[in-house]
């Protein structure tokens, strides 16, 4: 009980400030891993997952918890500190899993064509994020980056959809980065 | 002093998230105009409340923040932001483009290249590049989705059909990305080339028209044109007559009843620095050129 109400941010305003602040620069510049921090969310779910889940959740953004994500700590510290509703993946608009347990990920809203903002932000948990790996360019990346992703054809199908698909927020431990939907994604 | 009555930068913190999500979206479709929840702000519509609910979704208390009214640090509609966000979010403030983290601007982007960390927010009052031209939001709306522009083209074409030349001076359309043409807010056409390849992160926000839309940094921005008249960065052909600039984007100002004028930078901040460093223009107080 207590590991609910605990873990939360001690001041909002200013935390959620600097925790959005490494959101917005992590989705201008895809590939590049921001350190975040002030959330203590149950396991097995990462500092910066939790982060993430303060700063943009709340009671009107539909969550679909997937695989391990889906237990019952998290669900009591999600209600109590976001109050946002647990919903089937094809409502979310905010999803939260491992890669794996987020599949199949055409599950996932990728917008209208007049509204390709109506779609989903996953939240992607990931064992390990370093800046190598599968080769990233598009919007926001100067020549090139280089992040580790666990596969490349899914972010290829998506870019595939553009302006419609989905977005990513991968975490790893305090670490995030993001992958919008406007990133070309190649095999290293 | 922050004044203890608000909470941190003014708005509450279900409001921010509201933005911060718009924010999120708008960076992944550079260039699509994001609906949001626009609120009421403490000022008058067409008077910054798009950038200053922006800015308040962006800020941190660790932020040094500039705002800029065509270029003036020192206007009133740059003063009131800047003290507005002094008593709500007790940030530091400068006039330096350099040191500044988020820089709110009406209507410029600062001579001053811009640097990665660095946040331009722009205050937009008609985020619809099309809507001059198709007043029906459900028309637009459709022309952006099937990439209808030709409209716009018509429109600069004639323009060079009545005039001889492209004569939108300001607000020039681009397109972003290859994708969504995007109105840049009524900066010169002069500072259109600023907004391709930007280090910084640039995000617009209209909010009597509740829109926001962003360019990630480095994007690529393409000032529509034709091949026979393809787009040319305008200004005045002067040099600044405080501080001798050649290149920066100039005002005209009207001295007497006798037609005199002088002509003088626009960006505040880059003219007050040349003449720091003991640059001087023809009208200078300290004389001729050194």
Redesign the interface.
């Known amino acids: 009980m207590n590991a609910i109400l605990t873990g939360g941010f001690a001041a909002p305003s200013t935390q959620s400030a600097h925790a959005f602040r490494a959101l917005l620069e992590a989705m201008a510049r895809p590939g590049r891993i921001f350190a975040v921090m002030g959330a203590e969310p149950p396991a097995p779910i990462s500092v910066a997952a939790g982060v993430a889940l303060l700063t943009l959740t709340d009671a009107t953004t539909p969550l679909h918890l997937a695989g391990a994500a889906d237990c019952e700590a998290l669900r009591g510290w999600i209600g109590f500190h976001t109050g946002a509703p647990l919903v089937a993946a094809d409502q979310a608009q905010f999803a939260l899993g491992g890669w794996d347990a987020l599949h199949p990920l055409s599950r996932f809203r990728i917008g209208e064509p007049s509204y390709p903002d109506r779609s989903a932000t996953l939240i992607v948990e990931l064992d390990r994020l370093e800046a190598q790996g599968a080769r990233l360019t598009g919007p926001g990346i100067e020549t090139e980056a280089r992040l580790s992703l666990p596969e490349t054809a899914a972010f290829r199908a998506n870019r595939g959809l553009f302006p419609l698909g989905f977005d990513c927020i991968l975490t790893c431990g305090a670490r995030l980065a993001a992958l919008p939907r406007s990133t070309i994604v190649e095999d290293a | 002093m922050t004044d203890q009555a608000y909470?941190?930068?003014y708005l509450d913190?279900?409001t921010?998230?509201?933005i911060?999500?718009?924010?999120?979206?708008?960076?992944?479709?550079?260039g699509?105009q994001?609906?949001f929840a626009s609120r009421e702000m403490p000022m008058p519509y067409g008077w910054g409340t798009g950038g200053v609910q922006v800015t308040a979704?962006?800020?941190?208390?660790?932020d040094r923040l500039k705002v800029i009214d065509q270029g003036a640090d020192d206007t009133t509609n740059a003063v009131s932001i800047r003290r507005f966000f002094q008593r709500t979010a007790a940030v530091e403030t400068t006039e330096r483009t350099a040191d500044a983290t988020v820089i709110q601007t009406r209507h410029r982007i600062p001579e001053q290249p811009l640097a990665e960390g660095q946040?331009l927010v722009y205050q937009v009052p008609i985020p619809e590049p099309l809507r001059f031209l198709e007043p029906r939001e459900n028309e637009t709306?459709?022309m952006?989705?099937l990439e209808e522009y030709g409209l716009m083209h018509v429109k600069l074409y004639e323009d060079i059909a009545r005039h001889g030349e492209i004569a939108t001076a300001y607000a020039y359309p681009v397109r972003v990305?290859g994708?969504?043409v995007m109105d840049p807010s009524p900066i010169p056409k002069f500072d259109n080339p600023k907004l391709a390849g930007n280090?910084a992160?640039q995000l617009f926000g209209a909010g009597r028209e509740a829109r926001i839309y962003?360019?990630?940094?480095?994007?690529?921005v393409v000032s529509l044109d034709f091949e026979d008249h393809p787009f040319t960065a305008s200004k005045a052909d002067h040099a600044c007559d405080l501080c001798g600039a050649g290149s920066s984007y100039l005002d005209e100002v009207i001295t007497d009843d006798r037609g005199s004028r002088m002509f003088v930078c626009s960006d505040t901040d880059f003219c007050a620095s040349r003449q720091a460093q003991g640059h001087r223009g023809r009208l200078s107080p300290q004389g001729a050129t050194p």
């Open positions: 909470n941190f930068a913190e279900q921010k998230r509201m911060r999500r718009a924010l999120l979206k708008a960076l992944a479709i550079p699509y994001v609906p979704a962006c800020l941190t208390p660790d946040v709306r459709k952006h989705e990305e994708r969504y280090p992160i962003a360019l990630p940094p480095y994007s690529d």
